[in-house]
C-alpha cells in the first residue's frame, strides 16, 4: 500500500509556528508517510519587514520552505495546517492561500481529503481555539474530513484543545507531544480513507 501523502501547511511571523510545522513535518518523516511542507507567502511589502528586524529575520530563516500553491492540495491525501491567531481567526497569509481555492471547491477537488490544525498566539487564551474553530468552516465547505485529538491524550489537559494543536508562546514540549498526537491520529485515519 502506498505510504499517505501528508502536507504540513503554515504561516509563521514570530517563529512559534515554524517550531510546531517542522516538529510535525519531522513526525510526518517518523510514520513513513510522504511529507510536503509549505508556508502561506507572505503578504508584507520587504519595506514594511525591513523595519522589523526580528520578522525580517524569521522570514529569511524559512527561506528553504516553498510557499504554498494550489496544486499542493492536489497532491496530499491529508493535510496538517497551521497559522497564528489574528484576533481569533487565521493570519491573512493563510486567508489569502485559502481564497485561491475556488476552483478546487467548484470541482470537488478536496472532497474525503482529511485536515487537522495547529495555532498559536502569545498568550494563554489569546484565541487559539477561535482560531482553529473559524478554520473549520473552510474545511468543511470543501468537504473534507476533519480530524481531532482523542481525550486519551492525557498531555492535553496541560495543553492544546480536542480541536487541535496549541501554544502560547513558543512550544514547549507538552505542545510538541500534543501536535505528534494530532499528525499520528490523522495519518491513522488518512491511511484507512485511502485504503478504502
Known sequence: MAAPK?????YSKTGHMLIMARSIAKDVEASGAELRLRKA???????????SPEWKAMHNQMSDIPDAVVDDLLWMDGLIVGSPTRFGNMAAP???FWDQTGKLWMEGSLIGKTVSAFSSAEMIHG??????????????????????IP??????????????????????????????????????????????
Open 6 to 10: 501528508i502536507l504540513v501547511l503554515f
Open 41 to 51: 507567502a507572505e503578504l508584507a511589502s520587504a519595506e514594511v519587514m525591513d523595519k
Open 94 to 96: 493563510m486567508r489569502n
Open 127 to 148: 484565541g487559539q481555539e477561535a482560531t482553529l474553530l473559524s478554520m473549520y468552516p473552510t474545511f468543511l465547505a470543501h468537504g473534507m474530513i476533519i480530524v481531532g
Open 151 to 196: 481525550g486519551n491524550v492525557r498531555e492535553l489537559y496541560k495543553a492544546g484543545s480536542y480541536y487541535g494543536a496549541l501554544s502560547s508562546g513558543e512550544p514547549n514540549e507538552t505542545d510538541l507531544v500534543v501536535s505528534r498526537a494530532m499528525a499520528n491520529r490523522l495519518i491513522e485515519v488518512t491511511k484507512k480513507l485511502i485504503r478504502q
